[in-house]
C-alpha cells in the first residue's frame, strides 16, 4: 500500500499544479467562455478526489465498503474521460496540459494497480474503516483534500453562475 499512496502523492501534486497553473492562472476556467460544463465536471471530480486522496493516506475501506471505494474510483475514471471530451469540445488544449493529462493518466493507472489488490484484501474484512497510517504523504494528502475539495466548490460556483447569466 505504500506505493500506492506514494503514487496518489504524485498523482494529488500534479492534479495541484494542473489545477493552479492552467486552469485557474494560464486559462481562467471559471471565467472562460462556453466552460461550465466542464467545471461542473472538474468540480464533481474534485469531490471524489477529496474523498479518496482524504481517506487513503489514514483509512482502510473493508467490506462493502471496498464496493463503494472501487465506485468512486470507477465514476472518476469516467467523469475525466468526460471531461478529456469536453475539453476537446470547447477549446484548444495548451501543449503542456495536453501533456500533463498523460502523465497524470499514467501516474494514476500506476496508483491503481498497486490499489486494486490492496481494496479486493478489504474486501474480505469485516465491513467497516480500519486504520491505516502512511506518515508524511497521509498528512500532505490531507491537506491537498482540503484544497480539492475548495477548488470542487469554487468551480461549482462558478458554473452555477455561468447558468444563471
Known amino acids: 500500500m505504500n506505493t500506492a499512496i506514494w503514487l496518489l502523492f504524485v498523482q494529488a501534486l500534479l492534479g495541484a499544479f494542473d489545477t493552479l497553473y492552467y486552469h485557474e492562472f494560464k486559462l481562467r476556467l ?11 465536471l472538474h468540480a464533481s471530480r474534485d469531490f471524489a478526489y477529496g474523498i ?5 493516506g489514514f483509512f482502510t475501506w473493508n467490506g462493502w465498503l471496498a464496493w463503494v471505494l472501487c465506485a468512486l474510483l ?9 471531461d478529456f471530451i469536453e475539453e476537446d469540445r470547447i477549446r484548444k488544449l495548451p501543449p503542456g496540459e495536453r ?3 498523460a502523465i497524470m493518466g499514467i501516474v494514476y493507472g500506476a496508483f491503481l494497480a498497486y490499489l486494486v489488490p490492496e481494496v ?24 491537498l483534500a482540503i484544497g480539492v475539495f475548495l477548488s470542487g466548490v469554487r468551480d461549482l460556483a462558478a458554473s452555477v453562475r455561468k447558468a444563471a447569466a
Open 120 to 143: 479486493w484484501r478489504w474486501s474480505e474484512e469485516p465491513t467497516g474503516f480500519g486504520g491505516a497510517y502512511h506518515g508524511f504523504p497521509a498528512w500532505v494528502l490531507s491537506g
Open 52 to 56: 479518496i486522496i482524504g481517506t487513503l
Open 74 to 82: 470507477l465514476a472518476e475514471i469516467c467523469i475525466t474521460i468526460w
Open 99 to 101: 501533456a500533463m493529462h
Open 30 to 40: 471559471p471565467h472562460g467562455h462556453g466552460t461550465k460544463t466542464e467545471l461542473r
